[in-house]
């Protein structure tokens, strides 16, 4: 371009000189044709230079809009991880050999997996045949699977329950797969269907020989005032004994629908507990027990008087039952670490070791024979648990079989 420029001016400077040799027609008109060329050659540069303007200008936008497409593409996949990431069900995701292409974090937890599974078969992954087998057919027919899996061999150590199901991904090239723990669903459905039945049994045995001896009374087949008092004294012993189990449920109940209605008021733990001893002293004189109680001065703490009273006849009523005749009971009241702690030590049959861990689920018993013929219910430890953790608390339990158990309780002070 600029050399063309620099000819037509050339030419044109030529052309405009007054002077020129004579017979130079033909020079005018070879400078005339070369300025014409010139002029021609830098018209087209123009054109050609507009075009790649516009190429470039093109180019560019399509470079732009290529990159904001590839970063809104990985601000999603991102985000996508994130929330995969956070979710509480465990997510695999497999190319369309059913090759891991990615695990979020749950599922790792669920498996137990610590290395990089990435590109590993599911079956390598997992060693679950179920698994593989089920990704294999939502691989090969795109549709949806579900499968009931146990893993016995959980991180945890525990059995658990996994509901796992399968979808093709939308185009065809891999296949999810979403893994639920229900292990606590199923744990508390159990739980219930325990204690529906748990219940039914408690109601069914006393209301079973209230019938018997009534029918017997009915039918005049006892004439003897004495066997006739007898009879009426078990009717009666029956009652007590229903009335004792409906009071315990409702007390329960009560406990576990409290969190949020629970009467706030400062308590005096050793208050309440010197009348709960008042409560159990006939059960230590008709033991012959030895009942020694050690209470330092404890700050009040914020609670409901009934449920902490509850909770303090349990604890030693249970003391008393399961003791041996002539056997001791200790009581400590103390503040640690600005926690208040009760500890309820007894020299009784002691708890098998297997047994600890149950304690204190509802109508959980060590030994049924002698808790029904101690009249006990199943429910006081039970209630003792539900009554600390209404107040931030927490128990333990000591116990060595044959030597005795200690219950210690922890309660926070505000």
């Keep these: 371009m600029i050399l063309a420029a620099v000819l037509a001016s050339l ?45 470039q200008a093109i180019e560019r936008e399509i470079t732009q809009r290529a990159a904001a497409k590839v970063a809104a593409a990985e601000a999603e996949t991102e985000q996508l991880m994130a929330v995969m990431g956070g979710m ?11 090759r891991v292409s ?3 974090p749950q599922w790792r937890l669920l498996f137990g997996l610590t290395g990089d599974v990435e590109g590993a078969s599911v079956l390598e992954m997992s060693r679950q045949t179920a698994l593989d087998q089920m990704l294999g057919k939502t691989l090969a027919s795109g549709e949806s699977q579900q499968i009931e899996l146990e893993l016995s061999d959980s991180p945890s150590g525990a059995r658990s329950t996994l509901i796992l199901t399968s979808a093709s991904l939308s185009d065809g090239e891999g296949a999810v797969v979403v893994a639920q723990d229900v292990t606590a669903v199923l744990r508390l459905t159990e739980i219930r269907r325990d204690f529906v039945a748990n219940v039914s049994h408690e109601l069914k045995t006393p209301l079973s020989a209230i019938r018997g001896f009534a029918e017997t ?58 009348e709960a001893i008042e409560v159990v002293n006939e059960g230590v004189s008709g033991k012959k027990l030895d009942l020694a109680v050690t209470a330092q001065p404890i700050p009040r703490i914020e609670g409901d008087a009934t449920a902490l009273e509850r909770m303090c006849v349990n604890l030693l009523d249970n003391a008393v039952k399961y003791n041996r005749e002539g056997g001791k009971i200790q009581v400590r009241l103390f503040e640690s670490g ?77």
Excluded: M
Aim: charged share 25%.
């Design 11 to 55: 030419v044109l400077l030529w052309l405009l000189t007054p002077a020129r040799p004579a017979g130079s027609l033909a020079g005018t008109l070879a400078a005339a044709t070369l300025a014409a060329v010139a002029l021609s050659a830098g018209a087209a540069w123009l054109v050609v230079r507009s075009a790649a303007a516009r190429q």
């Design 88 to 98: 509480s069900e465990g997510v695999l995701v497999t190319d369309a050999e059913g």
């Design 102 to 104: 990615f695990a979020n």
């Design 217 to 274: 009374l009915a039918d005049g087949l006892v004439e003897d005032p004495e066997a006739s008092k007898e009879y009426l004294d078990r009717i009666l012993k029956q009652c007590r004994r229903l009335e004792a189990l409906l009071s315990d449920l409702l007390t329960l109940s009560r406990l576990e629908h409290a969190a949020d209605e629970r009467r706030q008021a400062p308590i005096d733990l050793g208050r309440i507990l010197q």
């Design 338 to 414: 600005r926690r208040v702690v009760l500890e309820v030590e007894d020299t009784g049959i002691g708890i098998p070791e297997g047994s600890v861990e149950r304690l204190f689920e509802r109508f959980y018993r060590v030994d049924k024979g002698r808790s029904r013929q101690e009249g006990g219910t199943g429910l006081g430890l039970a209630i003792v648990k539900h009554a600390a953790h209404l107040h931030g608390g927490t128990v333990e339990v000591d116990s060595e079989l044959g030597r005795g158990s200690l219950f210690r309780v922890l309660l926070p002070v505000d």
